[in-house]
């Protein structure tokens, strides 16, 4: 019973852990990794986890993703809270460990929107980047559960994609707890209601989407 918690911790913490660690090593080493490199880590690492943790949990690692499969009646409402607090226990022991080994960096990979940037305009980005996951992550899964390579594949290129165009204007966030762990641990707390929202409204949007299209594959 415990499995998927502790599924849901490590993947979480893996994704944290190498996505902002590789966003505050490119701070701190004068662009050494690169945005492209940075959205290649982000990329992976998720693909990693599922193909790690997709049998276990469903590897959602994602408060947003958990709500969207919920809303799609793919997964049970009761669960939610205590798959978010795995995420989140997760994700504030990547940041604390990368506070730890990199206390020079000022953001810990924290989602801030690019100077000039209105905060509205990067509140619709990061739901329409979330809409798209959602609507990737709906149409591969097994119920309620990333798994197979297809699963893999297309989730973790969809997040690289997404990371590669949207990262230099939001962060490229489409999670609220990888946003919320490091700017509570690093202090960057600016515009953070946007990544806490934006999210969950472009899973919903989604999951209702999808729904008329494929009956069969959604709520």
């Known amino acids: ?55 276990t949990s469903g ?31 997760g994700a504030f022991l990547a940041c604390f460990l990368l506070w730890f080994l990199f206390p020079e960096s000022e953001t810990l990979g924290s989602s801030i929107p690019a100077d000039g940037f209105e905060p509205y305009k990067a509140f619709v980005l990061e739901l329409l980047l979330t809409f798209f996951l959602m609507v990737v992550i709906i149409n591969v899964s097994t119920g309620s559960k990333e798994i197979g390579t297809m699963a893999a594949i297309a989730v973790g290129s969809v997040i690289l994609l997404e990371a590669m165009f949207a990262g ?5 966030s489409m999670n609220p707890i990888r946003s919320l762990a490091p700017a509570l641990v690093s202090g960057n707390l600016q515009h953070l209601w946007l990544y806490l ?5 472009g899973a919903f949007l989604a999951i209702k989407s999808c729904s008329l299209i494929k009956d069969n594959n959604c709520c």
């Open 197 to 201: 929202t934006a999210p969950f409204i």
């Open 1 to 55: 019973m415990m499995k998927k918690y502790f599924a849901e911790i490590i993947g979480t913490f893996a994704m944290i852990f190498c996505g902002c660690g590789a966003i505050a090593i490119n701070e701190i080493t004068n662009d050494s990794i690169s945005h492209v490199g940075v959205a290649i880590t982000w990329g992976l690492i998720v693909m990693s986890m599922i193909y790690a943790f997709g049998e």
């Open 168 to 172: 230099p204007m939001t962060k490229a």
């Open 59 to 89: 590897a959602h690692f994602n408060p947003a993703v958990t709500f969207g499969f919920a809303v799609a009646k793919k997964f049970p409402w009761n669960e939610v809270p205590k798959y978010i607090l795995a995420q989140a226990l």
